[in-house]
């Protein structure tokens, strides 16, 4: 659509980059400003921020890489053009949410609490980060005549990026309604997984840029599936523990 917001000489603001770095400061300063409500050191909040935002963009791209290699072997360099689009939500989750734990741990502060007080931004800053892919082009839908014209594939695509967007801001109004209510914690947590997991899976079949790789499902919806019941299962387990 617009992957280029404007040119300055040399200087180019890409609407992804954009878009990311809109996201981040929207989140960063959201969990900050609830921190100090919820009596936590504000500071170690934007140190996590931090941590769990790059070191989440590198996994997410990692992944994202490893899925689409033979696109990258023949340009090893757009590997670093981050700009042009190309992370897997993924990838992030598992490098960004364990690189978040070793922090935790060793500052000594609740995991379960912490992430609960973080993640309702988490889910508003993909909400941001899915309009810069829709700007970029990237994440598109399958072909549909009740689409949208990308310019960028000369196409009439389902705007995917657009249904992710409003659907994670629906998932982000959840948590803080939950987050304000009486919850055990990590409840927070493992209903945003499980209801990413359940968006993820549904929006993957209106999606063009992931092959199918087994039963007609493809590698991330697999990896939905299995975080919908890791999520199910610890949500039974709190629900247990708050009803003995």
């Not at 689409?147 to 982000?172: E, N």
């Not at 304000?180 to 945003?192: D, M, Q, S």
Request: proline share 4%; net charge positive; charged share 15%.
């Amino acid at each position: 659509m617009h992957p280029e917001i404007c040119r300055i000489g040399p200087f180019v603001i890409y609407s992804y980059g954009l878009s990311l770095a809109l996201a981040f400061t929207l989140a960063i300063t959201l969990a900050s400003r609830q921190a100090r409500r919820q009596n936590f050191n504000p500071e170690l909040i934007v140190n996590l921020c931090f941590i769990g935002f790059f070191l989440g963009i590198i996994g997410a791209r990692i992944l994202y890489v490893a899925g689409h290699l033979s696109d990258y072997l023949n340009n090893p360099l757009e590997i670093i053009m981050f700009q042009h689009g190309g992370l897997s939500w993924f990838g992030g989750l598992i490098l960004g949410l364990f690189s978040g734990v070793v922090y935790l741990k060793r500052k000594k502060l609740p995991v379960y609490k912490t992430i609960d007080l973080i993640i309702p931004y988490v889910a508003l800053a993909q909400a941001i980060g899915r309009l810069g892919c829709f700007l970029n082009g990237c994440c598109f839908g399958r072909e549909s005549s009740y689409g949208i014209y990308f310019p960028v594939h000369k196409a009439v695509l389902i705007p995917t990026q657009l249904y992710s967007s409003l659907f994670l801001v629906f998932i982000f109004v959840i948590l803080i309604y939950l987050r304000e209510r009486p919850h055990k914690a990590g409840f927070i947590l493992f209903t945003y997984l499980l209801l990413y997991s359940t968006k993820r899976f549904f929006i993957e079949f209106w999606r063009a840029d992931n092959p199918a790789i087994i039963f007609n499902l493809t590698i991330f919806q697999i990896f939905a599936v299995a975080i919908f019941f890791l999520a199910l299962i610890k949500l039974i387990q709190l629900t247990k523990k708050s009803s003995s």
